[in-house]
């Protein structure tokens, strides 16, 4: 069964540090997405993006924030200068246009230390 | 802001009761999804509602979406130790098909065998 998968599971990090997590989406699928999860909270939209640009972000992912396909099969999610706060569970996602349903890969744990 | 409420936060209940999780907003939704998350891992698809009044079954699990599409219920017959887990809702906007999902608060459900 097909599936996206994501690396790495999980990255440690110093404050300030670049980070870079990577995203294989669904083949077939055209929608793909961001989502990240503080421990014990709620699952939190980061940013869609359709046809090679962002569709729609949220508050959360400002400018320190980035994401690119670069290569037609991975989709990455850049923070620049990471912060404590930026310590969580980072979902990827992929849908198709058909049923608004989406498929979770299983997350990169992200440790800002 | 779409904001859905899922209740009860925890449910502990024995073997082979029936159950109901609510889940409930003031905002209407194209869809409804309903996820199922373990620890450390990301959110499994259960079941698409679309249709105000749609009830969807699979297997002991029954879905419903509210007429007006602002709430949702799921009903488990007979739990199982299995059926252990975070329960999430989450709906999407009127972008069918590309729109972000906002995910509830989770129920987190334990069967005692």
């Known amino acids: 069964e097909p599936e996206v998968t994501q690396t790495p599971s999980h990255q440690v990090t110093q404050m300030g540090q670049e980070v870079i997590l990577r995203c294989v989406p669904i083949?077939?699928?055209?929608?793909f997405y961001w989502y990240r999860q503080i421990l014990g909270q709620k699952v939190e939209f980061l940013v869609s993006f359709y046809n090679n640009e962002i569709s729609e972000k949220s508050e959360i992912f400002d400018d320190q924030f980035s994401v690119e396909r670069p290569d037609g099969s991975n989709f990455t999610l850049k923070i620049r200068s990471t912060k404590l706060e930026d310590s969580a569970m980072y979902f990827c996602?992929?849908?198709?246009?058909?049923?608004?349903?989406?498929?979770f890969g299983e997350g990169s744990r992200l440790t800002v230390l | 802001t779409q904001l859905l409420e899922q209740s009860p936060q925890f449910l502990s209940i024995q073997e082979g009761e029936n159950l109901t999780v609510y889940c409930n907003s003031s905002s209407v939704f194209s869809s409804l999804q309903w996820y199922r998350q373990e620890p450390g891992e990301g959110p499994v698809l259960l079941v698409t509602v679309v249709t105000g009044g749609e009830v969807k079954k699979l297997k002991r699990l029954t879905f419903q979406f509210g007429d007006a599409r602002k709430d949702s219920s799921l009903h488990i017959t007979a739990a199982q130790p299995g059926d252990t887990g975070l329960y999430l809702c989450?709906?999407?906007?009127?972008?069918?098909?590309?729109?972000?999902?906002?995910f509830g608060t989770g129920t987190r459900l334990t069967i005692i065998p």
């Open positions: 996602a992929s849908g198709t246009t058909n049923t608004g349903e989406l498929f």
């Open positions: 083949s077939n699928h055209l929608y």
């Open positions: 989450a709906g999407a906007g009127t972008n069918f098909g590309n729109e972000k999902l906002t």
